[in-house]
């Protein structure tokens, strides 16, 4: 799998840590479990891209313990992808990602809070995915009503005649709309069901993290129906739908104030992993399925106070973590170190 060629490691229970230095196989180690969740690369690879180039296939498996019992696991690339559950073959992502799921951190994500509404709108929906996958039915009519219409804003100034087409998209728009909103809000309140506390262990200041999904949509569905009406004239000239879940926003506060407009740069990167670490949290009480938490390159970023709490305070997950400097990870208690160096692993002592 990439440059890793006949990789086999056994990992502690709790953390494992993959070190070295840059473009030695850290984070492809996280990208090849990754993809045994029936998830796509978490970095945007094409399946055919994680080829190594001395084959002509990439194959990664694992054993595991679900049910109290032990399975197996694997996913093998040969032109198409193809996975194994038990040694048979399963078509059935949703399968796949039921019997081993996992939550990732990496360096784009701490921009989660610092960035602009769309990175957030796409981390809950991505989330929501991986607990309730009938969503993905809903988001695509959504996207494909919201499509239909923004093309027939361009007719409307010139044919009037089209409102009733209009009407059509837009109900189908509220319709689907207003589901996606009902999701959001209810993923939002789970969310709040860990995130504080996390972020409170982490920081060990007194500072209240919580979460708020603000939209631009009425509290009906007929109210969004008017407000998309009345949006029409407007919307011709942008040629864009301007209200809709599409557009909302999930707000993250801390101290009762907008940590992307007034929030630290350690309070931001805090605010991103408490609330990627809650992520976890909800896996487990929705599905009741424990993910596997993978952070790429986060160490550094974080002082000695934040690393202690990745290395030592996780509870009840096992971690795959990969830094570049060995020093930050000195104070782990308990786990395992790997030495990664030309795609190969080492097992070594801190």
Aim: aromatic letters at 10%.
């Amino acid at each position: 799998f990439r440059n890793l060629l006949n990789v086999r490691f056994s990992p502690h229970k709790k953390m494992n840590i993959f070190f070295g230095e840059n473009a030695q196989g850290k984070t492809n180690i996280l990208e090849s479990i990754w993809l045994l969740s029936g998830k796509k690369s978490f970095r945007g690879a094409k399946d055919r891209e994680m080829v190594n180039f001395k084959r002509d296939f990439f194959k990664v498996q694992s054993k595991f313990i679900k049910d109290e019992r032990e399975q197996e696991i694997s996913v093998f690339y040969d032109n198409e992808k193809k996975f194994l559950i038990n040694g048979v073959e399963t078509k059935n992502l949703g399968e796949v990602n039921a019997k081993f799921s996992a939550v990732v951190f990496s360096p784009s994500d701490i921009s989660l809070v610092g960035d602009g509404p769309s990175v957030r709108r796409e981390f809950l929906d991505n989330a929501i995915l991986s607990i309730y996958p009938a969503y993905e039915k809903v988001l695509k009519n959504y996207q494909k009503a919201v499509a239909q219409r923004n093309n027939s804003l361009k007719d409307l100034r010139f044919h009037s005649e089209i409102e009733f087409v209009l009407d059509a998209f837009e109900n189908s728009i509220a319709n689907y709309g207003f589901l996606i909103i009902k999701y959001r809000n209810r993923y939002v309140d789970l969310l709040n069901e860990f995130a504080p506390t996390i972020f409170s262990e982490i920081t060990r200041k007194k500072e209240i993290l919580k979460l708020e999904y603000c939209t631009t949509v009425g509290a009906t569905i007929d109210d969004f129906r008017t407000q998309l009406r009345e949006s029409r004239e407007s919307d011709m000239f942008t040629l864009k739908t301007s209200v809709g879940p599409h557009r909302d926003n999930l707000e993250v506060l801390i101290n009762g104030v907008s940590a992307r407009n007034y929030g630290s740069q350690g309070q931001k990167r805090t605010a991103s992993i408490s609330i990627k670490l809650s992520e976890g949290e909800v896996i487990e009480k929705v599905t009741s399925c424990r993910p596997i938490i993978l952070l790429d390159d986060i160490m550094s970023e974080l002082d000695p106070e934040r690393q202690n709490y990745i290395l030592n305070q996780i509870k009840n997950k096992q971690v795959f973590l990969t830094c570049c400097d060995p020093s930050n990870i000195v104070n782990l208690k308990k786990g395992k170190v790997f030495k990664v160096e030309n795609g190969k692993t080492q097992r070594v002592k801190i």
